[in-house]
């Protein structure tokens, strides 16, 4: 026994690893990648192509096999998520893609969009066939107007090549996107808020359940994925789930996107094997802080900020390993943030993001995140707080959170717990002094 | 299954949700959004529990505690919203702990934060959930220092619904009532975070049923413009009583306050209304307390009808009742009279020796089917049959048959009554359309709602039937008789036969022809449906039952009134308003009106006794199912009016004899007799009783040829008192003389133009409603109870135009 676990290849844990290479990312920022003539030059399609030949269930299973979670923030494992729809009857089913990047500090799907919408289309072709569906909702975030136009020009290339339509590839199985354009809320990033919004209502979370595989768009079968997931299961029916599966960690597989956005040399967009560290992705693949950082964001605004140490730092970028440290992995968008930077600015930041995003809905993130919450920073930031003010915000925020319906709540009381976890002495310096530790500063002219 | 709540264990339907749970285990938990017979949100966030429960392992047993072998009990990371969780096996909900207890203080904190807590000035205090909750739950100081939100206080939703932005504290329960209850959707939430605020696309709510948003506010946002500022909650004297304004039988609470109704709220009545009622029930209360109430009675000396005390009118009208033989005397009660009411004017004939007796309106088929639906059954019915409007005639049946569409059967009843989170209701939920047809000369509204419509001929009826009898016999019939193609008629009359709880429904339009209402229940018979048919008034279907009825159809009331009776005793009614009827009544020897106004026929009356209004009376009225309801009587300041029961009081101290009905008791001993029950004992859930099946013998006097292409139609509200409702009468404009835009232009009429028109002969003053619901050729007019639903003669070569439009430069 132990000598099978010898045997097994070491997993690939980072992008040094000479086995690794680079695959989501290929074509982006390459000049005309977004056409179809060069998609397919490039083995576009032939990944769909070969799942049609094969059954549903076996895509499921490759995928299962795969490991892939939801690259969406929650990471849920996609292939049980698709064997979650009910068995196929007369009811139209519906494979919803989830493109509306909206929270703070993520920005890889924009770009798969951009310049190559095509691996999109593709991975929800399979997914479509995989969970039975014959149509496609795309909902883009309103304003990804480049990515909407490349999509929509991949879409009408994709018809004009039997790709998309009656007998996909020259097989029986048809399947069309619909093309939706949202209005700007980042709560149509949740899912059932999302199908409410395609479906012309106000945009507001359904109460779960029924899930979306039971009740989806228009009360259908659905199932929804985010876009770095369709793009994943493109690349897992072409090399197989088992190259996808020696990827990563024990829970986390295959390759994922990481942003780094903040004061580093290169902010941008990088693919490493999951399971790589904070200080691969932002010393040797963004070229580290040009000041001096003290915490940085690990998946996006929503999630807990770790402090800027050796340890923090050395951590694996993976689901459970990011569970462990107290935080989430998200979407993978990290902010490293300077020293300089008050923190209760930065934390008000976000707290305000939140305040304009919530839906007004339920109770504590109506009154609490969009009225209460901001209004307390803004006395605190005025100079004008107190240390009883700090209890009271620190009361407040536990009382939203896992309170409200849905996760928004929680995502702007995440930040502020840490927030008052790590940087509590910002806090109480600006209540006692009546001005921030840290002035101050303009950050664009320097 | 069996769950724990604290220390309580109770055994709940799979399915129940986690609040009923608490409920029925004896403690409570907050709630502002939840609300009985909607689905449950899980917005307000107040029911916050800690939930845990057992979990089995891939073998399917359950997980036990090392050291105790008990099941383990893995509890929830966050609270539960009890509301929206249902329950299962073996589940823990803790609603006791500080946990649970900072939460829900928590909760309570962030709702009052925006709330403006100006409970002196607020029509909802003393009997509002929010301030309720928050003396229970809150913790009685808030730490929220800065300037609340501000938002309109007054804004008018419609004439009759008044909206306070502040006080909202967006529980959806509005919004999702309108959408799921009657299916209108009219409200909507705007903005959003904490700008959100609910409101209308226009100005007004176009349903038949908004009055009910007041009702289920949990907070003072929602008002009845016809209660608001009018008093507080703990000085009205609530009178729980079932409502006259239609044969439904609807539960209402009568709100009173020294003396003057001051709101009818919807009571609960789970198998009838459940706890809805509609807005002619909800905002027409206002004429009791018009000033030109009658409230003593008038003698005519002089020719002037002048005051005078109850002994001296009752002995006038028994002294002059002597010269009559019996026969020449004519007592006709209004339909929506109680049961005891008629017992009374039976027992007033029968001392008086007349077959003369009748209650209008009235037509000559029965209203009591031989195979009676009840609106239970409709409410779980899989095929349902219209003919007519019920929205407007009897509209709390066109929200049960809402309910048919929904799928839903109605909830079980839980301890603590009607389940207050039934997670089988869903927001939005997809309609079983295909389950309706509905029928009607015009457009009606629950149209909207059928997966298959029929537009038929004024007066077709009769053939509508028999071209659908054809049609179940395996025959055909003509598509213009069925006003559908013959392949949805074929396909409807086989979803009829092939249901098993098929349901049809008529209305006045069927009754105002025998045959029309012997091919319906031919029909019925032919595919094995049960019916329900919507009597004219409250207790058409309870008088006919007692046989309020005249020996023979020369004594109906149309004879009466047309000369047959030469002394006459009329309740409610107001034949004189056809000038016809008015000139022979002038001519009577003896004219005794029993009224609340002064109306036509009182101006000719010899002696006018005051009545008692629908609110302000005990009694027992059956509605259309045949279910016997309790009303009773609101303290209500009505002078010295009376209902028949103490007219009869009254002319037998005159008499000097005892007459059976001279009170509410002793009529319901007499009834006792007949029917075998004690209606001194009924509930206010009403009962069943056996009732022998009377075929009316006797029909009413068909009325001259009625060729035209015109209509009474049945309405909402109460026509004959809709110009003493000052709020109904503000949102309809006035009674609707409804007709197509071509026949307006070519009669060079507008819209809102004040006519005067000859309905029957009846000159009647309308206001014109343009609308393409009617078909071009076609007009209607409003029913009156002298003048119930059914085609009509409408002059309209003669229309004069009294008031235009006015006209906006």
């Not at chain 2, 609040?19 to 285990?25: G, K, L, R, T």
């Not at chain 2, 939930?51 to 609270?79: C, S, Y």
């Not at chain 2, 309109?152 to 959806?172: V, Y």
Request: proline share 6%; glycine share 10%.
């Amino acid at each position: 026994m132990s000598d099978a676990v010898a045997d097994r290849p070491k997993p690939i844990v980072s992008r040094f690893d000479p086995r690794f290479e680079v695959t989501l990312y290929r074509h982006v920022g390459v000049a005309g990648s977004h056409t179809l003539p060069y998609y397919r030059e490039h083995g576009g399609y032939e990944a769909a192509k070969r799942a049609l030949t094969t059954s549903p269930s076996a895509v499921i299973d490759e995928v299962k096999t795969s490991g892939l979670r939801g690259r969406g923030g929650a990471g849920f494992p996609t292939g049980i998520k698709w064997s979650f729809m009910p068995p196929a009857d007369e009811r139209q089913r519906f494979i919803v893609c989830n493109a509306d990047e909206s929270e703070p500090g993520s920005f890889k799907d924009r770009y798969f969009m951009e310049d190559d919408p095509h691996q999109v289309i593709e991975g929800m072709i399979i997914a479509g066939f995989a969970i039975g569906a014959t149509r496609g909702v795309l909902y883009v975030r309103g304003e990804y107007y480049l990515a909407y136009e490349r999509l929509r020009e991949a879409i009408a290339a994709c018809h004009a090549e039997g790709i998309l339509g009656r007998g996909v590839l020259g097989s029986s199985f048809d399947f069309d996107i619909i093309l939706h354009r949202g209005a700007g809320a980042y709560i149509c990033g949740e899912e059932t808020a999302l199908m409410n919004s395609f479906e012309g209502l106000r945009a507001n979370p359904r109460l779960k359940p029924p899930f979306p595989a039971q009740a989806g768009v228009y009360g259908l079968p659905s199932t929804i994925n985010n876009v770095e997931t369709f793009a994943s299961v493109v690349h897992i029916m072409a090399k197989g789930g088992a190259w996808y599966a020696a990827m990563g960690t024990d829970d986390s597989k295959g390759t994922k996107l990481y942003q780094v956005s903040g004061p580093v040399a290169r902010p941008g967009v990088y693919e490493l094997p999951m399971g790589a560290t904070f200080r691969e992705l932002i010393f040797d693949l963004a070229g580290g802080p040009t000041m001096p950082a003290k915490a940085f964001i690990p998946g996006g605004s929503s999630t807990p900020m770790l402090p800027w140490t050796d340890e923090t730092l050395d951590l694996p970028m993976d689901y459970g390993s990011m569970a462990k440290a107290g935080t989430m992995l998200g979407t993978g968008g990290v902010i490293v943030i300077p020293e300089a930077k008050c923190m209760v600015d930065a934390i008000y930041n976000i707290v305000r993001f939140y305040a304009h995003e919530s839906c007004g809905k339920c109770t504590p993130c109506r009154e609490g995140v969009a009225t209460w919450l901001p209004k307390m920073y803004q006395k605190l930031l005025a100079g004008l707080g107190t240390r009883e003010d700090l209890v009271v915000m620190e009361d407040m925020v536990r009382n939203m959170r896992g309170t409200a319906f849905c996760p928004l709540a929680d995502a702007c009381a995440m930040p502020v717990q840490a927030s008052f976890k790590y940087f509590r002495h910002e806090y109480e310096h600006l209540v006692d002094h009546g001005e921030p530790l840290h002035a101050r500063r303009d950050w664009w002219s320097a | 299954m069996k769950v724990t709540v604290n220390d309580v264990e109770v055994d709940l339907a799979p399915g129940t949700s986690a609040i009923d749970a608490v409920f029925a285990a004896g403690y409570d938990v907050p709630y502002f959004c939840s609300q009985e017979y909607m689905s449950p949100v899980g917005a307000c966030r107040m029911c916050l529990a800690k939930v845990g429960a057992p979990r089995k392992d891939r073998d399917g047993n359950w997980i036990l505690d090392d050291e105790t072998g008990e099941r383990t009990i893995f509890a929830f990371p966050a609270l539960l919203a009890t509301c929206t969780s249902a329950l299962s096996e073996g589940m823990v909900i803790d609603t006791l702990s500080e946990e649970v207890k900072h939460a829900q203080n928590g909760m309570i904190e962030f709702t009052l934060i925006n709330h403006p807590l100006d409970c002196p000035v607020c029509d909802k205090g003393g009997a509002c959930e929010l301030q309720d909750r928050s003396y229970e739950y809150g913790s009685g100081r808030s730490r929220f220092e800065f300037t609340k939100r501000h938002q309109e206080k007054h804004h008018p939703l419609s004439d009759l619904i008044t909206l306070d932005r502040e006080r909202c504290i967006h529980c959806k329960r509005c919004v999702r009532y309108f959408e799921e209850v009657p299916g209108d959707e009219v409200l909507d939430f705007i903005d959003r975070g904490g700008h959100t605020y609910i409101g209308t696309v226009e100005h007004g709510l176009p349903s038949n049923f908004t009055g009910n948003i007041t009702d289920i506010c949990p907070v003072g946002a929602l008002l009845d413009a016809t209660s608001r500022f009018r008093g507080r909650n703990w000085e009205y004297d609530h009178t729980a009583s079932v409502s006259l304004d239609d044969a439904s039988g609807s539960a209402v609470v009568v709100d009173a306050r020294t003396g003057r109704i001051e709101r009818i709220k919807a009571g609960l009545h789970p198998e009838v209304n459940k706890s809805w009622i509609d807005d002619g029930i909800r905002f027409g209360h206002e004429y009791t307390a018009d000033p030109e109430r009658i409230t003593r009675p008038l003698l005519r000396k002089d020719g002037e009808l002048v005051e005078v005390p109850w002994p001296e009118a009752a002995a006038f009208v028994a002294e002059r009742l002597k010269e009559f033989s019996g026969k020449d005397v004519g007592v006709c009660i209004r339909a929506d009279a109680t049961l005891e009411e008629g017992v009374a004017a039976l027992a007033l004939a029968e001392h008086l020796g007349t077959g003369q007796v009748d209650h209008a309106p009235r037509y000559g088929p029965t209203v009591m089917p031989p195979a009676q639906a009840t609106l239970q059954e409709l409410a779980v019915s899989d095929a349902i049959f219209v003919v007519g409007d019920v929205s407007e005639e009897v509209p709390a049946v066109d929200l049960r048959i809402k309910d048919a569409l929904r799928g839903v059967t109605p909830p079980p009843l839980l301890p603590h009554g009607v389940p207050i989170a039934d997670l089988r209701l869903k927001e939005r939920m997809p309609r079983k359309r295909e389950i309706l047809c509905v029928a009607a000369p015009y457009r009606v509204d629950l149209m909207r709602h059928a997966g298959t419509v029929a537009r038929y001929d004024v007066g077709g009826e009769e053939t509508l039937f028999r071209g659908l009898i054809a049609i179940a016999e395996g025959g055909s019939a003509d598509e213009r008789v069925l006003g559908m193609t013959l392949a949805a008629a074929k396909a409807f009359v086989d979803r009829l036969r092939a249901a098993k709880k098929a349901v049809i429904v008529t209305g006045g339009f069927v009754l105002s022809s025998q045959a029309a209402a012997d091919a319906a229940e031919r029909f019925a018979r032919a595919v094995g449906a049960r019916q329900l048919v919507l009597g004219p008034m409250a207790n058409a279907y309870g008088l006919e039952a007692i046989g309020v009825l005249p020996s023979h159809a020369r004594y109906d009331y149309a004879s009466m009134v047309a000369g047959g009776a030469k002394a006459l005793l009329i309740s409610n009614l107001d034949p004189a308003a056809d000038p016809a009827v008015a000139e022979r009544l002038a001519e009577s020897r003896l004219l005794v009106v029993h009224d609340m106004f002064m109306t036509a026929t009182a101006r000719l009356a010899h002696v006018v006794l005051p009545a008692k209004s629908g609110f302000e009376k005990d009694g027992t009225v059956v509605n259309l199912e045949g279910r016997f309801m309790p009303v009773r009587a609101a303290p209500v300041d009505a002078g010295e009016a009376v209902d028949v029961t103490g007219l009869v009081r009254e002319l037998g101290l005159a008499f000097g004899v005892r007459i059976e009905g001279r009170s509410v008791r002793s009529a319901r001993r007499s009834l006792r007799k007949t029917l075998g029950t004690d209606l001194e004992e009924l509930t206010g859930l009403g009962a069943f009783v056996a009732l022998p099946r009377r075929r009316v013998a006797v029909s009413v006097a068909a009325r001259p040829g009625v060729r035209g292409r015109a209509l009474r139609v049945p309405t909402m509200v109460r026509q004959e008192y809709l110009l003493r409702n000052p709020h109904l009468l503000a949102t309809l404009g006035g009674p609707a003389l409804r007709l197509h835009p071509d026949d307006a232009r070519t009669r060079a009429l507008s819209h809102d133009d004040e006519v005067t028109v000859r309905v029957d002969g009846v000159p009647r003053r309308l206001r014109v409603y343009v609308t393409d619901a009617m078909p071009s050729g076609v007009v209607s007019v409003p029913a009156l109870p002298d003048a119930p639903a059914g085609p009509a003669d409408v002059d309209l070569d003669g229309i004069v135009v009294e008031r235009r439009r006015l006209e906006v430069a």
